[in-house]
Each structure stands twice: as structure tokens, then as C-alpha cells.
């Protein structure tokens, strides 16, 4: 029970790594608000995730919706002790062939949303005197990614911004770090492949588990346990970190 009677906010909880955390911190004690735009997704992992979990609609690129968000959670729990920043969308092409809405749709939720959702939430932190962001980052951030010009340009940004968070907070007992995941086989992925590799999904996916040391694609418990130990007292000395979890990708390559 490493969370309990902690009360999280996880974004884009209704899919792949949110919804892995979602579950996770539960069975670790926390109070979860499962934040999604997706309906179906989000209230499906509030009912499997049971116990005091709720499901709230809401839009991490609207501003009327993080605040809401910020209001029912803390209404409810009266207090808001981990906001795990995990909502994002993917976009894929290199600069010149990303037009300038895709541009700003990537942007808008994987940048903008970060600072949308915390900029709610941090108050009552500073006020409580402690709390505890989650921001997720990506390979993306680290490396230069081909063909993902837009994605890469949203994370690098994520990745700024946790250890800018990370010198603003840090007075108030707050602790803001980043996770950096490498390919991760969730619906992200999956659509992904199917929209990019309809007639060879299967070798495509071979092909990213050969840039990963494991050789294997990391599953969504993978980084649910890593943004729990973030989340936990356990990583009470980690502050504006950014924690890989991707097989290897980032450490190096085999030349066979
Ligand atoms: N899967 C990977 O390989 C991988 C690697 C690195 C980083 N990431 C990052 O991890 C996060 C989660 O990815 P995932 O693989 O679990 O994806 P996913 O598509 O399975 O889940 C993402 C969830 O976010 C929700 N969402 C999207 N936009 C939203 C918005 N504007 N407001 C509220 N909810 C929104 C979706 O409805 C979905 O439920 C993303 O930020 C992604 O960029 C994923």
C-alpha cells in the first residue's frame, strides 16, 4: 500500500499506460480520478478499477475543463496529493510535411495540456504544502526521432518544463519529474502500426522490438510501476528527474 489514502489525478486514464496507472495506484491504496475525454474508455477503466475511482470527462487542451477538473477532484477527495499529466496523442512525419493544424493539435494537447492541468491543480498543492506531478515525457524527447517532427517537439517541451516545474515547486514540498518511455505496445502504438503498416503489421512490429536492448515492446504495467514509484514516499530524494523505462532504446545499439 504504497499510495494510501493518497488521492491522483491520472489523465488520458481511459487507454494504455493511464489506464495501467489508474489500476496500479488503486491496488496500491490511492483515490483515483480516471480524467479522459474518451467516454467509453474512461468509464469502462472507473468500473474495472472499482473501490472510490470515478470517471471524469474532460478535455487536457481545454482550459473550462482543467478547471473543473481541479474543482470536482478536490470537492471530492478535498484534497489532491499526485496529478500524473499522462494524456497525449501521437503525429507522424518529418517538419515539412506536418501541416500547421496537426502542428498545433500535437502541441496543444501534449504541451499545452501539461500546463493546463497543472496549472489548476498546483495551487491547492502549494497550499497543502506537498503533492507530487507526473509529466509525461518520451523517448521523443531525448533522441531525434525520425518522421515524428511535431510528437518530438511536444515532448521535448514536457521534458523542459518538468525541471522548470521542479525549480518553481520545490519550496512547497512539491516534487515534479518526467517519464521517458520507449515503445510501449498500447493503442497508441497499435494504431500506429495499423494506420502506417496495414499489409505487414507483424514485421513492423518485429522492427521496433529490435531497436529496444530487451527485444521486446515494454507493456503499460511497465510504466505504471515506474510513475509508481515516482508517485511513491520511496522517491522522496527524486526531484525533476526524468525516468527512462524503454528497454534499453536510449542506452544503445547491437551491431550484429
Ligand atoms: N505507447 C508508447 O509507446 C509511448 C511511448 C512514449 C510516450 N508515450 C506517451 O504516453 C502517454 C500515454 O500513451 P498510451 O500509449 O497509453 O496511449 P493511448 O492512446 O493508449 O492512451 C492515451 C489516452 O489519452 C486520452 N487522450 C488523448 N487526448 C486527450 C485529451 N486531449 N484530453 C484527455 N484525454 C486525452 C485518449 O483518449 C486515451 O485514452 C502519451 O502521452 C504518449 O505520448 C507513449
Given at each position: 500500500m504504497r499510495l494510501q489514502g493518497k488521492t491522483a489525478i491520472i489523465t488520458?486514464?481511459?487507454?494504455g499506460i493511464g489506464e495501467a496507472s489508474a489500476k496500479i495506484f488503486t491496488a496500491e491504496g490511492a483515490h483515483v480520478a480516471v480524467v479522459d475525454r474518451d467516454v467509453e474508455g474512461g468509464t469502462r477503466v472507473a468500473q474495472e478499477v472499482g473501490g472510490p475511482a470515478f470517471f471524469l470527462c474532460a478535455d487536457v487542451a481545454s482550459p473550462g475543463d482543467m478547471e473543473a477538473m481541479a474543482r470536482t477532484v478536490a470537492e471530492r477527495f478535498g484534497r489532491i496529493d499526485i496529478l500524473f499529466n499522462n494524456a497525449g496523442v501521437s503525429c507522424v512525419g518529418a517538419l515539412h510535411e506536418t501541416s500547421e493544424q496537426e502542428w498545433d493539435r500535437v502541441m496543444t494537447v501534449n504541451a499545452k495540456g501539461v500546463f493546463l492541468a497543472s496549472r489548476c491543480v498546483v495551487p491547492m498543492m502549494i497550499a497543502q504544502r506537498s503533492g507530487n506531478i507526473i509529466n509525461m515525457a518520451s523517448g521523443a524527447s531525448i533522441m531525434g526521432l525520425a518522421q515524428r517532427a511535431a510528437y518530438s517537439a511536444s515532448k521535448g517541451a514536457v521534458y523542459a518544463l518538468t525541471r522548470a516545474m521542479q525549480a518553481d515547486y520545490c519550496r512547497y514540498g512539491i516534487r515534479v519529474n518526467a517519464l521517458v518511455p520507449g515503445t510501449i505496445y498500447t493503442p497508441f502504438v497499435e494504431g500506429y502500426l495499423r494506420r502506417h503498416y496495414a499489409d505487414n503489421i507483424e514485421k513492423a512490429a518485429e522492427d521496433l522490438k529490435k531497436r529496444q536492448l530487451s527485444g521486446t515492446l515494454g507493456t503499460p504495467e511497465d510504466v505504471g510501476y515506474a510513475a509508481l514509484y515516482l508517485a511513491s514516499d520511496e522517491a522522496k530524494f527524486v526531484y525533476g528527474s526524468a525516468l527512462v523505462v524503454d528497454g534499453g532504446f536510449s542506452a544503445g545499439k547491437i551491431f550484429d
Open positions: 488520458g486514464a481511459g487507454s
